[in-house]
């Protein structure tokens, strides 16, 4: 059963601070997502990565960053949060064919 | 752009009653299409896709190409039902990127 883990489910941090969600998934998945899920927007692609130290911009980018420097730990940065980054974050690995597994999500607020 | 409209945020429906959740896509190739389910306090997780033409949990969804739309459907209605439900697209260009409708929750009325 594959499992994808993020670090932490619930988070407050404070504007400007840079914050760093963590996802690892315990399967050998090249490709990894990190998705913010709002009411009435749904979910929003941020950023993808399909390969070690690969990454792409999904339709939401700004404001983020990524990292993949190993295959199973896929890292979401906020720069320097604001209050507009208040959002369930949800990452999820992939094993092809549009089957996705999600993590728990990562709740965060900025104040 | 690949966009998938699901147009209703809140659908109530009484136990046993049929059940449709709608979802349109506007893509100009050969689409993939899923829905995704998500439960209180659960993950969310794969319910079914269109290329598999499988039943799962009595749901079903058909791909009509010529109206874009994929609606889920089910006969019965169960309390177990009552979640949030997502449509999604993935394009036929070997990318795995899905895009998101912005989701429907189900409530089943006892």
């Known amino acids: 059963d594959v499992k994808v883990t993020q670090s932490s489910r619930y988070l407050v941090k404070r504007t400007g601070e840079k914050v760093f969600l963590e996802c690892v998934q315990d399967?050998?998945?090249?490709?990894m997502f990190w998705y913010r899920q709002d009411p009435g927007l749904g979910l929003r692609l941020i950023y993808f990565?399909?390969?070690?130290?690969?990454?792409e911009k999904g339709d939401i980018p700004e404001g983020y960053s990524v990292s993949r420097e190993k295959k199973e730990r896929f890292s979401l940065i906020l720069e320097s949060a604001s209050t507009n980054q208040t959002s369930m974050y949800l990452c999820?690995?992939?094993?092809?064919?549009?089957?996705?597994?999600f993590g728990s999500g990562t709740r965060l607020t900025v104040v | 752009a690949q966009r998938v409209t699901q147009p209703e945020k809140l659908l109530s429906v009484f136990k046993g009653a049929p059940v449709e959740l709608k979802c349109n896509y506007s893509?100009?190739?050969?689409?993939?299409l899923f829905w995704y389910v998500q439960y209180s306090r659960q993950r969310l997780q794969l319910l079914l896709r269109?290329?598999s033409r499988e039943s799962i949990k009595g749901f079903t969804a058909d791909l009509n190409k010529g109206e874009t739309s994929f609606h889920l459907k089910k006969p019965f209605a169960q309390e177990e039902d009552s979640a949030m439900y997502y449509c999604?697209?993935?394009?036929?260009?070997?990318?795995?990127?899905?895009?998101f409708g912005t989701g429907t929750r189900l409530t089943i009325i006892p």
């Open positions: 999820a690995s992939s094993q092809g064919q549009g089957r996705y597994t």
């Open positions: 399967m050998d998945h090249e490709n």
């Open positions: 990565s399909y390969d070690v130290k690969m990454k």
């Open positions: 893509y100009s190739g050969s689409p993939e």
């Open positions: 269109h290329i």
């Open positions: 999604a697209l993935r394009s036929n260009f070997g990318n795995e990127k899905l895009t």
